[in-house]
């Protein structure tokens, strides 16, 4: 759980998964198997034009800024209304938000420069996170 330990521990700035819905989605869209998991995530930013931008997260160098219009052109108006209303804020707050975390989990869940192999590292993590037991 080293890798996961790392993720959730930068980015959560201590807090427990549970404490943190934000993360909580992000882990949910990086694990989605209807969407093919990460890597099926990343190719859907590619496909949208996207992928220097998600190449530059997957790689070991500086990752390049999204905005929160290209969150939405990628992921689509009704899945950013889903994650706002479990998010309690706005589609453009949501997508803001997700511009702001999705480079850097995208960047912690890739070290090394490559996507990790299987869903289960992915899945742990997750479950983890839903039960607050990634910090205890």
């Known amino acids: 759980m080293g890798l996961l330990d790392s993720v959730v521990g930068a980015l ?3 807090q427990s998964g549970g404490d943190n819905p934000l993360l909580n989605i992000v882990m949910q869209l990086v694990n989605n198997p209807q969407t093919g998991g990460l ?3 990343l190719q859907s930013f590619q496909q ?3 992928g220097d931008v998600v190449k530059s997260w997957v790689s070991t160098g500086q990752n390049l800024p999204i905005s929160a219009e290209q969150i ?3 992921l689509g108006g009704g899945q950013l209304q889903n994650i706002a209303a479990q998010l309690g804020v706005s589609p453009d707050q949501a997508s803001g938000s997700l511009a702001d975390l999705l480079p850097q989990v995208v960047d912690k869940l890739t070290p090394n420069g490559q996507l990790p192999e299987g869903g289960d590292l992915l899945a742990q993590g997750l479950d983890m ?3 607050g037991g990634l910090f205890s």
């Open 39 to 41: 890597g099926g995530l």
């Open 72 to 74: 939405q052109a990628v």
């Open 129 to 131: 996170l839903k039960n």
């Open 12 to 14: 959560a700035g201590g």
């Open 48 to 50: 949208g034009g996207l």
